[in-house]
């Protein structure tokens, strides 16, 4: 009984290794550009992009872009390397990158059964706030200042 539950338990554990090692997570800012991996070690020229499995955000069908499909909400923000597609890299550019765009994007090869997973994560941009957040430091040189004068 006890050698049962090791099974499950290594099983589970390897599970957990396998799909932890095929995401690969993206982080961007808010606004800003970022590049989507998706590479492929076979031949093809077909691969289908997917936000959290349901909206289309590209496709690419025998090597042309195709906007076809395309959810409303990516229309003038994807972007992508055609000359790359030969050496089997179909990653792609997300650009003006909103709140919303965080999740989980899949580009999908009709020849295999595993997806390329990327998790993206958006931020604020905070660099106006490397300014304003010393402040204990602006209290400290200003005391400085007065104990000194």
Known sequence: MNGRYFVVFAFLMLINSVSMQSVHVVNANLGHSVILPCTANHRTLTVYWRYNDSKTVFDIIKGEVKFDEQDP??????????LEFAKGNFSIK????KKSDVGIYTCHFPSTLTPGTVQLRVTENRTGDVMRRPDSLLLFLLGCVLLSN
């Open 73 to 82: 909400v990516y229309k003038g923000r994807v972007g992508c390397f055609p």
């Open 94 to 97: 997300l650009s003006k990158l």
